[in-house]
């Protein structure tokens, strides 16, 4: 099994600043089959990032991934006071199982 | 509009069994695989299960795998997953999630609200 370590564990930055978050596998991830995914309190998760790189259906474009083999990247290049939620990546190309990070808390400093 | 409508929850012991199931409209629903995902309170999201467009394909976590059996009928455009022997453990909010392709390996593009299962004496 793929396990995915995520950080840091919290993030705390102010609007309008970069988020840099990590994503490291314990062994190399397939075709680059790495998911984002953001989590706000009381909503399920929504896709954010597939393939490693490719914005999903109406994601903003301060939105980026990055990455490949182990090593994974979420960045949002200016953060919006909705963008403050809890992000978990995930991995698909080891089936079965699809294995979740533990997630990074972003939060407003 | 894709949506996806969990049901089937609630409080049960330890021992009992539930079945969930999701419900599917806004999209062919035979065209894609289809996951259960949960999350315990206060947790992380876990996979739970899997199956590919055509049941062709099936997975499951190593901490449910014998216990859980998940299954789908593509003419009434549902999922379900049928939860024995449940566990304190398992009591989280279960996810139905869409795959964004037909088979195992996908991520998933569309989540439902989730329904609570709780299991507690």
């Known amino acids: 099994e793929i396990v995915l370590t995520q950080s840091p564990g919290t993030l705390s930055l102010s609007p309008g600043e970069r988020a840099t978050l990590s994503c490291r596998a314990s062994?190399?991830?397939?075709?680059?089959?790495l998911a984002w995914y953001q989590q706000k309190p009381g909503q399920a998760p929504r896709l954010l990032i597939y393939g490693a790189s490719s914005r999903a259906t109406g994601i903003p474009d301060r939105f980026s991934g990055s990455g490949s083999g182990t090593d994974f990247t979420l960045t949002i290049s200016r953060l919006e006071p909705e963008d403050f939620a809890v992000y978990y990546c995930?991995?698909?190309?080891?089936?079965?199982?699809?294995?979740f990070g533990q997630g990074t808390k972003l939060e407003i400093k | 509009e894709v949506q996806l409508v969990e049901s089937g929850g609630g409080l049960v012991q330890p021992g009992r069994s539930l079945r969930l199931s999701c419900a599917a409209s806004?999209?062919?629903?035979?065209?894609?695989?289809m996951h259960w995902v949960r999350q315990a309170p206060g947790k992380g999201l876990e996979w739970v299960s899997g199956i590919s467009w055509n049941s062709g394909s099936i997975g499951y976590a190593d901490s449910v795998k014998g216990r859980f059996t998940i299954s789908r009928d593509n003419a009434k455009n549902s999922l379900y997953l049928q939860m024995n022997s449940l566990r304190a453990e398992d009591t989280a909010l279960y996810y139905c999630?869409?795959?964004?392709?037909?088979?195992?390996?996908?991520?998933?593009?569309?989540w439902g609200q989730g329904t609570l299962v709780t299991v507690s004496s």
């Open positions: 999630a869409k795959g964004d392709a037909p088979l195992l390996i996908s991520g998933y593009d569309y």
């Open positions: 062994q190399s991830v397939s075709s680059s089959y």
């Open positions: 995930q991995q698909y190309g080891s089936s079965p199982p699809n294995t």
């Open positions: 806004g999209f062919t629903f035979d065209d894609y695989a």
